[in-house]
């Protein structure tokens, strides 16, 4: 079955701190799609990233980097330099399953990062 | 474009009331979902929809109807609230299987 695992539930760090957030997944197939979603504290979700299992390479985006590492089936994401505006509850998610040909997006518990001043 | 907007933002129901969350989308995107945000849970799939007439049970469904007649929208109803059903809802469009969701911004529900 589909598990994603954000073991960390909260993360507090002072501004200009580099940051990683664990992602842990479980997939029994070879094909699948992972995912990164933000919630600021205004409560909307914001689409990062989404990597599918054959494609292995890190990305960078700005002060945002992921690590894809199948061989530990981890999906971490990393924050240089912090803000206190990346201060979210960040998401991890995992789809393998196309349900009659909709998505079923599985999500991890969340982690609560909190960046200070 | 609006995105994907939801009504109401706030909801207080009372045990055993039905009500009918709004969900709309003007990207003329296929696939719609409804989600539950609970504490330290993520988000759920309750029902979701791969086109107008099309529509399925995700995760959670118990509790829930939904029907989609027009691409647009995707109305989730409650059929007799229970406390249980205390929650963010937050429904979502993608424009492919797979493919990035845009979420709305979410109704926060409490049933007393």
């Known amino acids: 079955a589909q598990k994603v695992t954000q073991a960390q539930t909260e993360i507090s760090v002072v501004e200009k701190e580099d940051v990683t957030l664990d992602c842990v997944y479980e997939t029994r197939d070879t094909t699948y799609y992972l995912f990164w979603y933000k919630q600021p504290p205004s409560g909307e979700l914001v689409f990062l990233i989404r990597?599918?299992?054959?494609?292995?390479q890190n990305e960078i985006s700005g002060r945002y980097s992921w690590n894809f590492q199948k061989s530990t089936s981890s999906f971490n994401f990393t924050i240089t330099a912090s803000q206190v505006v990346d201060s979210a509850v960040y998401f991890c998610?995992?789809?393998?399953?196309?349900?009659?040909?909709?998505?079923?997006?599985?999500f991890g518990q969340g982690t609560r990062l909190t960046i200070n001043p | 474009n609006a995105g994907v907007t939801q009504t109401p933002k706030f909801q207080v129901l009372k045990t055993g009331q039905s009500m009918t969350l709004q969900c709309a989308q003007d990207m003329n995107h296929e696939y719609m979902s409804w989600y539950r945000q609970d504490p330290g849970m993520g988000l759920r799939l309750i029902h979701y929809s791969v086109g107008a007439g099309i529509t399925d049970q995700g995760e959670v469904p118990n509790g829930y109807n939904v029907s989609r007649s027009t691409t647009e929208d995707f109305p989730l109803r409650l059929l007799s609230a229970a406390p249980s059903q205390t929650s963010v809802y937050f429904c979502?469009?993608?424009?492919?299987?797979?493919?990035?969701?845009?979420f709305g911004p979410g109704t926060r529900l409490t049933v007393t």
């Open positions: 998610a995992l789809s393998d399953d196309a349900i009659q040909g909709a998505q079923k997006l599985v």
């Open positions: 979502a469009s993608s424009i492919e299987l797979f493919g990035e969701q845009y």
């Open positions: 990597r599918n299992s054959f494609d292995e």
